[in-house]
């Protein structure tokens, strides 16, 4: 079965720091990948996503996020954090196993320090 | 524009009532879901319809129902049976096609009092 880990539930950085958040997946066939963002008490709205096309994919407010098949990752990157950066980050697969249907990680909370 | 609209956005539940939660989305997709979401949870599926007239339970539809009558509309039904419904209530649709993402509505929070 798929899944995805997220590590750690929280990250904290300074602001005009990079930004990491890591994300890992399983998946017995070749995936599809998501980012997703949520405000507070918003809903998700897509950050980017891999579908094959390259394995580096560039998103919405300058965020990145690199498919590296040999680590079963897919982590989310920027160059410089914001202070309106701050929110929850989710990320998601999606295969033929799952009918297409996203599994989600538990979610990160991006804390950004001034 | 398109999109997808859950309403309220706040709604208040006395003990032993059932609510209906809003969704209705003019994407024209065809696949619906239903999310609870909890501080440090994450996102828990509750109901998913993939056509209209059929849907299936998720991981957590105990105390839940849905119906999905027309293509645009997913109503949630959050039933007395549900011991702890206090929560925000998440409604997404997708194409439901290989590699497509999900639009998710502004959510609802759903408060017992």
Not at chain 1, 53 to 69: D, P, Q, R, S, Y
Not at chain 1, 92 to 104: E, F, K, M, R, T
């Amino acid at each position: 079965a798929q899944s995805v880990t997220q590590l750690g539930s929280h990250v904290s950085v300074s602001e005009g720091a990079l930004v990491l958040l890591r994300c890992n997946y399983s998946s017995s066939v070749p995936p599809y990948l998501f980012w997703y963002v949520q405000y507070p008490n918003q809903g998700l709205q897509l950050l980017l996503k891999y579908t094959s096309a390259a394995t580096l994919v560039k998103g919405i407010n300058g965020f990145e996020a690199e498919f590296k098949k040999s680590e079963t990752s897919f982590h989310l990157t920027k160059p410089s954090a914001h202070m309106s950066d701050a929110a929850e980050y989710f990320c998601a697969v999606s295969d033929g196993d799952s009918n297409y249907q996203l599994i989600w990680g538990a979610g990160t909370k991006l804390i950004i320090k001034p | 524009d398109g999109g997808i609209t859950q309403s309220p956005k706040y709604l208040f539940r006395k003990e032993g009532q059932n609510v209906t939660l809003s969704c209705e989305q003019n994407l024209n997709h065809d696949a619906m879901y239903w999310y609870r979401q909890d501080p440090g949870q994450g996102l828990r599926l509750i109901y998913y319809s993939q056509i209209v007239n059929d849907f299936q339970k998720g991981d957590i539809a105990e105390g839940y129902s849905v119906s999905r009558e027309k293509k645009e509309s997913f109503p949630l039904t959050v039933t007395s049976a549900q011991k702890n419904p206090t929560a925000f209530y998440l409604c997404a649709s997708s194409m439901g096609r290989q590699g497509d993402g999900y639009t998710f509505g502004s959510g609802t929070r759903l408060t017992v009092v």
